[in-house]
């Protein structure tokens, strides 16, 4: 959808600072994970620079296999600790999160992605989703080695240009601390905001490498911190931000709903966006082509037809509207030819067929009557007519 509003990063990663919610219905493919400098001024602790080392120790492909946990059982998610952690302290989905991590691509080593002091929500989308899974198998303070193919990284659209399509990934993970869960309603208006604005950013990122389901679960994540219909978050100022965070939200996941086909979802989203902004032009818009693509055309029709009373040079409502109004004469001629065949109507091709047929035969009888008489005629005046026979009885 090009008319989206997307807000994406030039550099193709995700902001390090969002921090989204779990949710439980997660089960995208792939995934994306934030780049950020490190900074080559701080300096580490004598126990830091332990972990650094663990953590820059280079993969040895040739390490036997049984030494990593087979996580899912395929082969396609592995797990080895390398420094053990404090027993039962393993993070819950939802709950804040602080790791350590470097990125390196299985077959050449060569480290593309690190970070340190990254702050996440586990299960919800901030990080691939082999890391996701590993880390809510990890206690504090542990250290491991994950071996994650594409399917669970970057998938066959990769990170470009680091990150080829396919390419199978191994992280070194160190979950640092956990600390618990951002409420929406515990926050500030302007914190609700920053956090809701963030999601929303990268939910359009999902979008944009068509990771629909990926794009949705994070959408609506930011709707719980802009709110819902009736809230009153903050000022008269911040309410009218967050409301408007809010409908633009809503119009995107309508643009998704309508990429996944689930047309009908789609439709129910854009009332929402229409019950706060009647005359929101891309709400409208959007309705006429999903009324349309569920073969509504009279109120698609309408739909448009308000869109470009908005906007009466939107080019795309004009090109669409002209596509139903050409359905919608074809429907009409499709009607009057049912009502024709209701009520017992020949066309006119089968009346021309009737009455060739009907002539043809009125032909052929009236010849063989005027044969039929040429012949009693010839008899009767040669005397051969045969019923002359009778008169001599």
Known sequence: MEDMELNLEQNNTISQNITPEVSDFINAEQGSFPESSINSNDILSEDNQNKEA?????????????TYQDILGSGDLLKKIIKQGALDERPMKGEQIIINLIGRLEDNDD???????????????????????????????????????????????????????????VYTVELLSVKP???????????????????????????????NTMALHVYRKALQYFGGPGDIIGSDSEQNDILNERVKTLNNMAAVHMSMNSLDLALSTLDSVLAVEPHNEKAIM????????????????????????????????????????????KERVQERELYKKMLGHKDDSEKSAKDEKNTSTTFIISGLVAGLAVICGYCYLNNNFPFSKFSTL
Do not use: H
Request: charged share 30%; with cysteine; glycine share 8%.
């Open 286 to 329: 959007r309705k006429g082509k999903v009324l349309a693509l569920k073969g509504q055309n009279v109120a698609a029709a309408r739909e448009l037809e308000k869109a470009l009373q908005i906007n009466p040079n939107n080019k795309t409502v004009q090109n669409i509207l002209s596509n139903v109004k050409a359905a919608l004469v």
């Open 54 to 66: 663990l953590l820059s120790q280079p993969v040895n492909g040739d390490e036997p296999k049984e």
């Open 111 to 169: 480290i593309f992605e690190k970070e340190e002091n990254f702050e996440i929500t586990l299960g919800d989308c901030e990080v691939i989703q082999g890391v996701d899974l590993a880390l809510s198998l990890m206690n504090v303070g542990e250290i491991a080695e994950l071996k994650i193919a594409s399917r669970f990284g970057y998938g066959e659209k990769g990170l470009s240009p680091k990150v080829l399509g396919g390419a199978r990934l």
């Open 181 to 211: 869960e951002i409420i929406p309603d515990d926050l500030t208006p302007s914190e609700r905001l920053k956090i809701g604005l963030k999601k929303k950013d990268k939910g359009n990122w999902w979008y944009a490498r068509n990771e």
